[in-house]
Structures are given as structure tokens and as C-alpha cells.
């Protein structure tokens, strides 16, 4: 009975170191280096950093805890790359986590510092991604399915020197969920952003003030900032939605904005450079912003023609303009041709946008139930922005198959047309 007991204890120490096991680590990385499941959590205890001409590398699961004021220092290849289900955590050790806990993870990059990672999750540091140098070479950052919530910059670019120089940093993000940070994406350039969310902070987006900028937006939503959510002088939008936002776009003197909704914000789209607009903003859906769907803040003429402002009547569309006609310091904004090609089928889906598009219960456990049955689509995204469930639908969707936890659900009428994006608690 006693040596029973005896390898009982044996087996329970082990079990329970096994159990609270973590690696320290800081200092410097001069060699590759691998960071395994088996030796996780890491924790960073004070500053590390990674030197040029190796490469760390990361495995699924792995979670990377920081203590206060320290950072990972990138002068070589970051490598994390996991799986949905199996994220990287990047986060902090503190028992009381909150904003600025940690300061993050710089990427050196005039010492050719990189990161590529997938299905990440970044949480609770000053700057969680920030560029510290410049260069001419391929993408500095490259990530997707990952997300980053609860900092205070989701990212942090490259600030442009005083000599003004171009800067060639390459930024790929694809399929991300940016959420709840104070600010979402600071001194953007070079950028390429696609299928990703952005919501819930004070500031979007911000490029620096560079024609020779190259950043490109395609099919992502942003929404639910207190002061804007774009600002960008250059570069490209497209396929995306711009709403519940303070300011949704302060348009750039080179920025081409096409096929875009920008509905339901204070102000949708504000003007403000200081020579004529050169570029197109054309064929997109400005309308139902509740103070200006369009403010011109300077005195020169603007042509917006070519817009559907969910009305043919050019009265109506004007008072929901400021411009020479508000204030005689302002230019005249042009807007017509109005898009009213489409008019009729974009005004009744956005009528019925309230009733068909709107679920209950919320949180729900096995289905969700929608007023209307007319068809509909939808797509369900993790919090790291995974697709993890798509389909067509009428009056209700069984989510019994989803795992407890929360989702974002967007749902689409059926010309996928209007769409709206909640969040869904499965219980």
C-alpha cells in the first residue's frame, strides 16, 4: 500500500510540473532557434532580441508571455505560422492585463528584421507590431487569420525621416479581426489589406502624407471608431464598408475610392487637402451618415459625380453635402451624374436592411432566428478571422455545430448587397 502511495506522489509531481512548466527567456537569439509546444509558455522576462541572419521560429500553441516594459527586438526572421484551433498567443504575464502591459514587437527592418505568421493572436502591448527602420526589399510584415485586440496600436509604421527619403516597407494583411485597440494602424504606407475587419478604437487607419505611398484596402469592414476610421492621401479602396464611425473616410488628394459603402457615421466622407482631388471616387454608396454624408473643407471645386447617394433627387443629395452652398469659403461640390442605375433594388434592400439582417436570440445555443424569410447568406469568422462557417439561409441557421465562445457573423441580403456584420455569442 505504501509504495502504491509512493508512485501515486511521483506520478502527481511529475503531472504537476508538467503542468506549470514555462521557459524564461531574454537576452539575445544569435543562432536559429525553434520555440516548442513542450517547453510553453515562454516568458519574456526582460528585453530579447533576435539577430540578423537567424531566424526564430515558433510553433503552434505556443504562448509567449511578456513581463511589463519588455519587448522582442526582430533584427532576423520571426517565423510564427499555426492553425486555427492552435494560435500563437502573444500576450502579457501580468495578472491584471491591460493596455500597454508590454511595449511589443519591433521589427528592425534596416537590419532586415521580418515577420510572417498566421493565425496569431496579439493582446494587451503598447505597440504590438512596430517597424523600426526602412528598406527597399520584399514585405517586411506578412500575416493572416490572426487578430489583435486590446492594445493601444495594433500597429505602429515606419515614421518618415526628415529628409523625406521613400519608403519601400511592404505590410501584407490578409483575413484579420483589429479590434478594441486604442489605435488601429499608425504612419501607414506600403500596405496591402484584404478580407479584414477593423472596429472598436478611436483611430483607424493613418497614412503618412506621401504621394509615393502605395496602400491598397479590398473587401474589408470598418466601423465603430470615436474618431475616424481612414485617412489615408494615396493609394486604393475598394469593396469595402465604412460605417458607425465618427468620420468614416477623410479622403486623401491621391486616393482612388471605388465600389465601397460608406453609410451610417457621423460624417461619411470629409475633404480637407489643399489642391484639387486628382484621382476617382466613383461608384461607391454614400448615404444615412447622420450629420454630412460628404463636408468639403476647402474653397476649390470637387467632382464626385458618378456616386449613388440612395436618391435620385439632386435636392435631397445636396443637403446632405457641405459645401459653397453652407459656407461661401468652401468650394462647390459636383455630383452628378448621380449612379441611379440601380437606385430602386439598393433603396428597397436598404429598407428592409433593419428587418432582414437582424437575428435573436443573442447569445443562442443551437439556431438563430431572423424576422424576415426572404434569402439570404451569411458567413461566420472566428475572432481571428477565420471563415469557419458559410452558407445560404431563409428564416433561421443552426449553429449547434460551433464551439462556445464568441463569433462576428456577417450576413448578406440576397444580391449581396447590403450586409451587416454583429457580433454572435454561441452559449
Given amino acids: 500500500m505504501k509504495k502504491v502511495t509512493f508512485y501515486l506522489m511521483i506520478l502527481l509531481f511529475v503531472n504537476t510540473s508538467l503542468l506549470f512548466s514555462q521557459t524564461n527567456v531574454n537576452g539575445g537569439i544569435f543562432k536559429d532557434t525553434i520555440w516548442s509546444l513542450s517547453n510553453s509558455p515562454y516568458i519574456v522576462t526582460s528585453n530579447i532580441a533576435l539577430y540578423p541572419g537567424n531566424t526564430l521560429t515558433i510553433e503552434p500553441g505556443v ?15 520571426l517565423i510564427a505560422n499555426a492553425t486555427s484551433g492552435n494560435e500563437i498567443i502573444f500576450t502579457s504575464n501580468s495578472s491584471f492585463p491591460k493596455k500597454g502591459s508590454w511595449l511589443g514587437i519591433e521589427i528592425e527592418n534596416n537590419q532586415n528584421g521580418k515577420l510572417i505568421a498566421s493565425h496569431i493572436k496579439g493582446e494587451f ?63 501607414a504606407e506600403n500596405f496591402t ?60 488628394q491621391n486616393l482612388k475610392v471605388t465600389n465601397t459603402t460608406i453609410e451610417l457615421n457621423k460624417i461619411g466622407v470629409k475633404v480637407s487637402f489643399e489642391n484639387e482631388y486628382s484621382n476617382i471616387f466613383s461608384n461607391n454608396k454614400i448615404c444615412n451618415n447622420s450629420q454630412y454624408n460628404f463636408e468639403h473643407q476647402n474653397n476649390y ?37 448621380i449612379a441611379n442605375n440601380f437606385s430602386v433594388l439598393k433603396t428597397e434592400a436598404l429598407a428592409n436592411t433593419n ?35 458559410k452558407g445560404v439561409i431563409n428564416d433561421k441557421l443552426n449553429i449547434s455545430d460551433l464551439n462556445k465562445g464568441a463569433y462576428l457573423i456577417r450576413i448578406f441580403d440576397a444580391k449581396k448587397e447590403v450586409y451587416s456584420i454583429k457580433k454572435l ?3
Wanted: charged content about 20%; proline content about 4%; overall charge negative.
Fill in 125 to 187: 502591448a503598447d505597440k504590438f507590431i512596430q517597424i523600426k527602420g526602412s528598406t527597399y526589399k520584399d514585405e517586411v510584415i506578412k500575416i493572416d487569420n490572426s487578430e489583435i485586440e486590446n492594445c493601444n496600436y495594433a500597429f505602429y509604421g515606419y515614421k518618415q525621416p526628415q529628409n523625406n527619403l521613400p519608403n519601400r516597407n511592404k505590410v501584407i494583411l490578409d483575413n484579420l479581426n483589429v479590434n478594441n485597440n486604442t489605435y488601429a494602424f499608425i504612419y
Fill in 193 to 252: 489589406i484584404t478580407n479584414s475587419i477593423f472596429s472598436d478604437g478611436e483611430k483607424g487607419i493613418s497614412g503618412v502624407n506621401s504621394s509615393a505611398a502605395t496602400p491598397s484596402i479590398t473587401n474589408s469592414d470598418f466601423f465603430n471608431f470615436s474618431d475616424w476610421a481612414i485617412d489615408i492621401n494615396s493609394g486604393e479602396i475598394t469593396d469595402s464598408h465604412i460605417h458607425h464611425n465618427e468620420l468614416g473616410l477623410s479622403l486623401g
Fill in 425 to 427: 455569442i454561441k452559449s
Fill in 355 to 389: 428587418e432582414e439582417l437582424t437575428f435573436f436570440p443573442n447569445p443562442a445555443k443551437n439556431e438563430i432566428f431572423f424576422s424576415s424569410k426572404t434569402l439570404k447568406s451569411f458567413e461566420i469568422y472566428s475572432l481571428i478571422g477565420a471563415i469557419v462557417k
Fill in 301 to 337: 471645386p470637387i467632382n464626385i459625380a458618378g456616386n449613388f447617394w440612395c436618391s435620385n433627387i439632386e435636392t435631397d443629395i445636396s443637403k446632405t453635402i457641405f459645401d459653397a452652398y453652407n459656407d461661401v469659403s468652401r468650394g462647390i461640390v459636383n455630383f452628378t451624374p
Fill in 63 to 77: 504562448m509567449v508571455k511578456f513581463n511589463p516594459e519588455t519587448k522582442l527586438i526582430v533584427r532576423g526572421k
